[in-house]
T-cell receptor, first 116, second 114 residues
């Protein structure tokens, strides 16, 4: 089985401050990890992914995430938050083991609010 | 979300109605997906099509019937729905369903069942 936990329903941060949105995962094989963002009345947009290689992954709009195998975490970070970053963020995982047919499992989402 | 379009964007229907949701992708992908998004719940995968073949039905009630006539189009036929089926229905596509490629989502259809 595979699962994703986003322990915070809501994260508030002041504009210009660094932001972190937390994600932990559970998967039996090799994890493929993704972050998506959803703005109001829109579909999900892909931000970044970890498949293999460097643990620090850089993505769109200045976001990055760090894969930590020992802590089974994949936290999303940005050095300086913008008001326009306010949105709903989803972490997702799938088992990347060869032959695995499991599809993406999404977390329940974290609402990020950046205060001006 | 550009590249994946969904129509209609909003739909209100009674429990005895029959309606269909349409999804079209212009990305040359081979896999398409239907998800259900309800408030305060994780996205629920409903159906997966890979090269026009249905590869996953996630225990979805038969009142939801998918159709994939080609790799660019995906439909969700709705019949005798319940109020608890009210949700945002998202379509997505990817290069194929077995790869590590990201999925591209449409804007969704907001469905309200009265």
């Amino acid at each position: 089985a595979q699962s994703v936990a986003q322990p915070e329903d809501q994260v508030n941060v002041a504009e210009g401050n660094p932001l972190t949105v937390k994600c932990t995962y559970s998967v039996s094989g090799n994890p493929y990890l993704f972050w998506y963002v959803q703005y109001p009345n829109r579909g999900l947009q892909f931000l970044l992914k970890y498949i293999t290689g460097d643990n620090l992954v850089k993505g769109s709009y200045g976001f990055e995430a760090e894969f930590n195998k020992s802590q089974t975490s994949f936290h999303l970070k940005k050095p300086s938050a913008l008001v326009s970053d306010s949105a709903l963020y989803f972490c997702a995982v799938r088992d990347g083991t060869s032959g695995s047919a499991r599809q993406l499992t999404f977390g329940s989402g974290t609402q990020l609010t950046v205060l001006p | 979300e550009t590249g994946v379009t969904q129509t209609p964007r909003h739909l209100v229907m009674g429990m005895t109605n029959k309606k269909s949701l349409k999804c079209e992708q212009h990305l040359g992908h081979n896999a398409m997906y239907w998800y259900k998004q309800s408030a305060k719940k994780p996205l629920e995968l409903m159906f997966v099509y890979n090269f026009k073949e249905q590869t996953e039905n996630n225990s979805v009630p038969s009142r939801f019937s998918p159709e994939c006539p080609n790799s660019s189009h995906l439909f969700l036929h709705l019949h005798t729905l319940q109020p608890e089926d009210s949700a945002l229905y998202l379509c997505a596509s990817s290069w194929d369903s077995s790869s590590y490629n990201e999925q591209f989502f449409g804007p969704g259809t907001r469905l309200t069942v009265l």
